[in-house]
């Protein structure tokens, strides 16, 4: 393999096939708006008369959303549309013809004769495109990278494979021309992505992806696959891209079944809004965990670190299945209520019977209750010396005193939050539950004082998965007129994805596996950067707790594109003492200066030093912006430092990463 770049980092040599490139360019953008005004034209297609039927209104209201969904798949914005291409070799013999040429850009393009102009990223041809290597170079020629601004083609990068490269004295191994450190694919257009302004929002990186990426964004559909990846390494990017190539794919069934994108927090989902729209889908679910809630609660505390670790383990599941269990119980007193002129009776011992009955027939809690207010009705209509009927008695005590408060005390009616409020409220109850399961410790640590109503509950992160265990417990309320049917099975997912997932706790990831529709996941992240109240040693640990229908796969991303090499150095000196059986990402980018290890004195001349260092490192980065990355206990010394200093500066749970200083 050989490239042709201009010598001067991140810049591409005026190459003699620009203006014919652009050229095509061009034409690919012609065929997209053309592409464009058909789909618009399918408009007229579809009109409906005053006297309509509802089957064609039905009809209209289907092809009006397909029209809409291919114009929002052909609308780009400021992204370019092609930006390489392949050129693959040609047969041998003597009536061997040339070789093919395929361009490759973010969407499929043809042109009015249904002839590819462009071909989609994600399409099987354009796999070499990014796999092919010197060693490997599954049938290709040359790879052409372009640099673009939108329609306009700034420069081109070139590497050659095979005879091809030989002919221009190319190293027959595939070594480039360079010395860099790693053999990536286009490694000046790479390099020139990477050191382009950033903003606060992440970007694809589809004209980029390199050949270890794409065999992780390709990897077939069924199982979990676990990404390990060290710091930069463009895990989080690569796992979006892979649910993008998943949703072209297997359009069917993955498009009706959903594909789901779980992120650590509401600022990490900030972060990568944009991706998945840039490659065309806009139809996958972008959530942090209480989004899944089927509850509305109010989610604004959080727990101290040891009621978190106990939160989170797996021994709360059945704690939480003892907590409901405990409230279904037989009367302590013997009912018994007017009916006219006789009084009617139920005995704690038929009470008693009615409770057990309910629980073997009932599949959730909530579930249950008809058969308990069943039960009890048939025994108050026993006990008529008239022979009155149950569904007479029903009619005429069901909203009575005794009966109500008999009835919810044998089997309440109970949404995940109330049992919450009801269980940690009450340090018997959580006695109960736990039985031998939690120490006393564990239990105060879960012990909040009960408030006065549901509503002025302040529920945490970690109560989250809890809640979802008590709704998988309870079921939906019984239907009541004037409230809207609630919906008795949790919603899943085709393919969930799952970023930094080496911090979520066994009950957070019980919760996501409840998700899985076949057991289709791809989990993300870094063991060795796990933090938390739930820092897993190992993947092993994380996978025990998923889907295990078929065997897990595992990769890693050895490639680290965002840290230069001084600091990935210093952080694999961290490693090797925090987890020596990895091994660290290998940088591309050997240039940058050694981290500067600053000592302060004070928390006042902490924050002193830091305004000073942010204002150097600000300077230094241009219209680039600088973050600042302080421990929890600290964020109040720092940002009283920077303000103190006539700093300007933002906080990232506050003004998300638009600030020049976050």
């Known amino acids: 393999m050989v490239c042709s770049p201009d010598k001067d980092r991140g810049r591409l040599a005026l190459h003699p096939d620009l203006e014919a490139e652009q050229a095509y360019v061009d034409y690919a953008y012609e065929c997209l708006e053309a592409a464009r005004r058909r789909a618009a034209s399918l408009g007229s297609m579809v009109e409906v008369g005053r006297g309509g039927t509802e089957q064609a209104r039905f009809e209209r209201d289907v092809i009006w959303d397909t029209i809409v969904g291919r114009l929002r798949d052909l609308e780009l914005g400021d992204a370019s549309l092609v930006f390489g291409r392949i050129d693959t070799t040609a047969a041998e013999?003597?009536?061997?013809?040339?070789?093919?040429?395929?361009?490759?850009?973010?969407?499929?393009?043809?042109?009015?004769?249904?002839?590819?102009?462009?071909?989609?990223?994600?399409?099987?041809?354009?796999?070499?495109?990014?796999?092919?290597?010197?060693?490997?170079?599954?049938?290709?020629?040359?790879?052409?990278?372009?640099?673009?601004?939108?329609?306009?083609?700034?420069?081109?990068?070139?590497?050659?494979?095979?005879?091809?490269?030989?002919?221009?004295?190319?190293?027959?191994?595939?070594?480039?021309?360079?010395?860099?450190?790693?053999?990536?694919?286009?490694?000046?257009?790479?390099?020139?992505?990477?050191?382009?302004?950033?903003?606060?929002?992440?970007?694809?990186?589809?004209?980029?992806?390199?050949?270890?990426?794409?065999?992780?964004?390709?990897?077939?559909?069924?199982?979990?696959?676990?990404?390990?990846?060290?710091?930069?390494?463009?895990?989080?990017?690569?796992?979006?891209?892979?649910?993008?190539?998943?949703?072209?794919?297997?359009?069917?069934?993955?498009?009706?079944?959903?594909?789901?994108?779980?992120?650590?927090n509401r600022l990490f989902l900030g972060y990568i809004e944009q991706v998945l729209p840039s490659l065309g889908e806009a139809g996958v679910e972008l959530v942090v965990l209480a989004d899944l809630l089927a509850d509305t609660v109010g989610i604004r505390d959080t727990d101290t670190p040891t009621t978190a670790r106990v939160k989170g383990d797996l021994r709360m599941a059945k704690v939480l299945a003892n907590a409901v269990r405990d409230r279904r119980r037989p009367l302590r007193d013997e009912l018994r209520v007017g009916l006219g002129v006789e009084t009617l009776a139920v005995t704690v011992e038929q009470s008693a019977a009615i409770v057990s009955d309910a629980r073997r027939r009932a599949r959730t809690h909530n579930a249950g209750r008809r058969f308990v207010e069943q039960g009890l009705f048939e025994a108050l209509a026993v006990s008529s010396r008239f022979g009155a009927g149950a569904g007479d008695v029903r009619d005429r005590l069901r909203h009575t005193g005794p009966v109500r408060e008999a009835l919810d005390w044998m089997w309440p009616v109970l949404t995940p939050a109330q049992l919450l409020h009801d269980l940690f409220g009450s340090r018997?109850?959580?006695?109960?539950?736990?039985?031998?399961?939690?120490?006393?410790?564990?239990?105060?640590?879960?012990?909040?004082?009960?408030?006065?109503?549901?509503?002025?509950?302040?529920?945490?992160?970690?109560?989250?998965?809890?809640?979802?265990?008590?709704?998988?417990?309870?079921?939906?309320?019984?239907?009541?007129?004037?409230?809207?049917?609630?919906?008795?099975?949790?919603?899943?997912?085709?393919?969930?994805?799952?970023?930094?997932?080496?911090?979520?706790?066994?009950?957070?990831?019980?919760?996501?596996?409840?998700?899985?529709?076949?057991?289709?996941?791809?989990?993300?992240?870094?063991?060795?950067?796990?933090?938390?109240?739930?820092?897993?040693?190992?993947?092993?640990?994380?996978?025990?707790?998923?889907?295990?229908?078929?065997?897990?796969?595992?990769?890693?991303?050895?490639?680290?594109?965002?840290?230069?090499?001084?600091?990935?150095?210093?952080?694999?000196?961290?490693?090797?003492?925090?987890?020596?059986?990895?091994?660290?990402?290998?940088?591309?980018?050997?240039?940058?200066?050694?981290?500067?290890?600053?000592?302060?004195?004070?928390?006042?001349?902490?924050?002193?030093?830091?305004?000073?260092?942010?204002?150097?490192?600000?300077?230094?980065?241009?219209?680039?912006?600088?973050?600042?990355?302080?421990?929890?206990?600290?964020?109040?010394?720092?940002?009283?430092?920077?303000?103190?200093?006539?700093?300007p500066f933002g906080l990232a749970t506050r003004n998300g990463l638009d600030e020049r200083i976050t």
């Open 93 to 264: 013999g003597p009536a061997a013809d040339g070789g093919d040429t395929y361009y490759i850009g973010r969407l499929a393009v043809a042109d009015e004769g249904q002839e590819p102009v462009v071909v989609d990223w994600r399409a099987p041809v354009a796999e070499p495109f990014y796999r092919a290597t010197g060693r490997a170079p599954m049938g290709l020629d040359r790879r052409r990278h372009f640099a673009a601004r939108g329609r306009q083609l700034l420069g081109i990068e070139d590497e050659y494979f095979g005879a091809a490269a030989t002919r221009r004295g190319a190293a027959p191994d595939g070594i480039p021309l360079d010395d860099a450190p790693v053999e990536v694919s286009g490694q000046q257009s790479l390099l020139a992505s990477l050191e382009s302004a950033r903003t606060g929002r992440l970007t694809d990186i589809v004209a980029t992806i390199q050949g270890e990426q794409d065999e992780i964004i390709r990897g077939e559909l069924p199982g979990v696959l676990v990404v390990q990846g060290g710091p930069g390494t463009g895990k989080t990017v690569v796992a979006l891209h892979r649910a993008a190539y998943l949703l072209y794919t297997h359009r069917f069934p993955l498009e009706g079944q959903g594909v789901l994108v779980v992120g650590p």
């Open 428 to 647: 018997a109850l959580l006695r109960s539950a736990a039985g031998a399961r939690l120490d006393d410790m564990e239990i105060n640590a879960l012990y909040r004082v009960r408030s006065s109503t549901i509503d002025e509950v302040a529920f945490t992160s970690d109560d989250v998965p809890l809640l979802d265990e008590a709704r998988a417990l309870l079921g939906a309320r019984p239907r009541r007129k004037g409230r809207p049917a609630e919906d008795d099975e949790v919603r899943t997912y085709g393919h969930i994805v799952v970023d930094e997932a080496q911090d979520l706790s066994p009950m957070q990831l019980r919760m996501l596996a409840r998700r899985s529709l076949g057991g289709s996941m791809t989990v993300v992240g870094d063991i060795a950067q796990a933090t938390g109240a739930w820092a897993h040693a190992s993947w092993d640990e994380i996978l025990a707790l998923l889907p295990d229908r078929r065997p897990p796969r595992r990769a890693a991303l050895t490639i680290g594109y965002r840290i230069p090499g001084p600091n990935m150095e210093l952080a694999s000196r961290v490693l090797r003492v925090a987890m020596p059986d990895l091994a660290p990402p290998r940088s591309i980018r050997p240039a940058g200066t050694m981290p500067r290890l600053v000592h302060a004195e004070s928390p006042a001349a902490l924050g002193e030093a830091v305004a000073a260092a942010a204002l150097v490192e600000l300077e230094e980065v241009g219209t680039g912006n600088v973050g600042v990355i302080v421990p929890t206990s600290l964020v109040a010394t720092i940002t009283s430092g920077l303000a103190d200093a006539g700093v």
